[in-house]
């Protein structure tokens, strides 16, 4: 965040921003916790994920910004722009997304007479083609720590985990279209054609690298790990956009992304406001950021500049923007004010599911019941 805080101060030598990186979100809310409660000491500007804007509005840690932002919309996708909503109030200005995205091994795809598959018919024919040609090889990983992807997936077929009415919350973490989502993945484990493993770990890795993995699931900030993780693989991987459940849809899902936000205790949140604007809406900060950070960003301005726009070699020569933009149409979505608990309910259950104790449609039942629980242990009412 140097180059743009950087620019900033230059031309704006009156009202100078000094960036502050915390070592862990854990770390961050406390310290924004405490500063918070003891009336100084906390920052103007924070940044939150997504999936945080909840937890953080309903801890009065963040301000609601909806008189000062209404303009703002129209230059964000809706579904970013939701995730910073909240029974009317807005919380923060998005600044990057990451669509969800299907990386493949074109390679193999190709050998075996196979396209990418534009529907989730299709990839569930195709990995049963592929592992009767590659046996030792699975169509993808079914990761234990996999919540925040599966309520992706759940997102794009058009669930709605978390509502917001008024002072209570809906929460329905197994209707009719996560069950659609869930049994789909389960039918693909009893089969055997994924593989249980963990995301981000040594082991799923080097699956992604030789060959035990044909495909991931993954959000557009991916690049990054493949290239760094399967470097020999330059040009054999490629991306496409989602499988669809309906022939012919084009919605879509985030995993990841983050929004800047003023903070509840800020002395100077009118500042706070004009600096994030521009940040996250302006054209020269959006090719700052990208350069430095390597995102995808939110806004009109950030989602078409030079990096996303050319070439890249490592995909064989595709231009990824044409990807995430046709993979950029998702629903409105709103978090959980307990997120936590509800992705370590999820997590915990997905485990279970990988040692054949339970099943994935059983896990959003379970976790529905754990996060109704802590929700009304906060105070929260639940309809």
């Not at 807005?90 to 075996?112: E, H, W």
């Not at 899902?253 to 604007?277: D, E, H, Q, R």
């Not at 390597?294 to 950030?302: E, K």
């Not at 936590?340 to 040692?355: P, S, Y």
């Amino acid at each position: 965040m140097s180059a743009p805080t950087n620019a900033w101060n230059s031309a704006n030598p009156d009202t100078p921003v000094t960036f502050q990186k915390l070592p862990s979100k854990a770390e961050y809310f406390s310290k924004l916790s405490a500063a918070t409660g003891a009336g100084s000491g906390a920052p103007d500007v924070v940044q939150v994920d997504y999936s945080s804007i909840p937890f953080s509005a309903v801890e009065k840690l963040v301000r609601d910004v909806s008189s000062d932002t209404a303009d703002l919309k129209s230059q964000f996708p809706q579904a970013a722009w939701s995730q910073v909503q909240l029974a009317g109030g807005t919380y923060g200005v998005p600044q990057d997304i990451a669509p969800m995205v299907l990386f493949y091994r074109k390679d193999l795809f190709d050998a075996n007479g196979l396209k990418a598959p534009t529907t989730w018919a299709e990839y569930e024919t195709a990995a049963r083609t592929l592992k009767a040609a590659l046996p030792q090889s699975f169509m993808c990983s079914f990761a234990s720590n996999g919540a925040a992807w599966l309520a992706g997936l759940c997102w794009q077929d058009g669930a709605r985990w978390f509502e917001a009415q008024n002072s209570a919350w809906k929460v329905d973490l197994d209707d009719t279209q996560s069950l659609e989502v869930a049994k789909f993945w389960q039918s693909l484990i009893d089969e055997k054609l994924v593989k249980g493993d963990q995301n981000w770990q040594p082991a799923w890795f080097k699956g992604l690298a030789d060959g035990t993995y044909l495909t991931w699931i993954g959000p557009s900030w991916g690049t990054a790990a493949l290239k760094t993780n399967a470097p020999d693989l330059a040009g054999k991987w490629a991306v496409a956009p989602l499988p669809q459940w309906e022939s012919g849809a084009d919605t879509a899902a985030y995993w990841g992304g983050s929004a800047l936000s003023v903070t509840a205790a800020s002395t100077k949140p009118a500042a706070a406001l004009k600096f994030i604007t521009w940040l996250n809406t302006s054209e020269e900060a959006a090719t700052l950021l990208n350069t430095e950070l390597g995102v995808y960003l939110a806004s009109r301005n950030g989602s078409n500049i030079k990096a996303f726009a050319t070439p890249d070699a490592y995909f064989g020569g595709q231009v990824l923007n044409d990807v995430y933009d046709a993979n950029s149409k998702a629903n409105p979505w709103t978090w959980g004010p307990t997120q936590t608990d509800t992705e370590a309910a999820v997590n915990d259950g997905l485990q279970k599911v990988l040692n054949a104790a339970t099943t994935v449609p059983q896990v959003l039942a379970n976790a529905e019941t754990t996060t109704k629980t802590s929700l009304t242990n906060k105070g929260l009412a639940v309809v």
